[in-house]
């Protein structure tokens, strides 16, 4: 018994990275090239904890845990809590792509969380809707410092190569904006629903699957979360289609050049 347990504290001991950057995303392509970047630096090593490979080591000048959260809010809890109980994680952040909600936003364009909340959370009458049971609140923020480097990031990305990236792929141009983004364990793909959803949060601005859990999960520990999302629909009855076809052609070209920058630019102040 004694022997399992110091070989079981080793192994923690092992795997944590103190100071070392969280970054997830739900599906492979919502990560772009970080893992071969990493790979390619050849410090990767790759843990597999739960069911999921955490790839470790340095990317872009920062030390990294990067990982697949897979889709919806427990799998994202669950990512985050490995990344922070086992990795020793104290910031992260989250890219993706979501649906646009609010009118201002249209496909192509990215959203910065500023703050999360869960669509499909009603534990009325005993709380008021959205509000998480025994936390006492319902909305959850982003790290504003972490944001606002990530919101940079975002904006050098889409000066560098927004108009070559709108032509290419027909978009009317590209624009960051800041605001709410909610997430529910449902991907929204009617025009009903987007109507119901703007009308409830009418400053959401896009809606997802993780961003949510993971910023509850954060605010309970005490660790600093960003969280990105591109707009790949505008969650109505197209956005299966578009979100396909958005997610094999550009997601990757999103993710790869905002993570780039970010990383760099928190490389040089980390």
Known sequence: MYDDKNNHDKRERALRMPGALGVLAALPQE???LVDAMRAQGTMRTVTLGRRDYHTGSVHGVRCVVTLARVGKVAAAASASALIHAFGVEKMVFTGVAGGVGRQVRVGDIVV???????DLDASPLFPR?????LERSR????TALTDRLAAACERFVADEGAALAERFGLAGICVHRGLVASGDRFVSSAAEVRALAEALPDALAVEMEGAAIAQ????HDV???IVRTISDTADDHATASFTSFLTDIAGAYSSGVL?????AYAAVA
Do not use: K, N
């Open 31 to 33: 990560l772009g090239d």
């Open 113 to 119: 969380a500023d703050a999360l909340i869960q669509h």
């Open 130 to 134: 959205y509000e998480v049971p025994l």
């Open 140 to 143: 959850f923020e982003a790290d």
């Open 217 to 220: 999960v954060c605010y309970e």
């Open 224 to 226: 600093a979360c960003a």
């Open 260 to 264: 780039r920058r970010f990383l760099e």
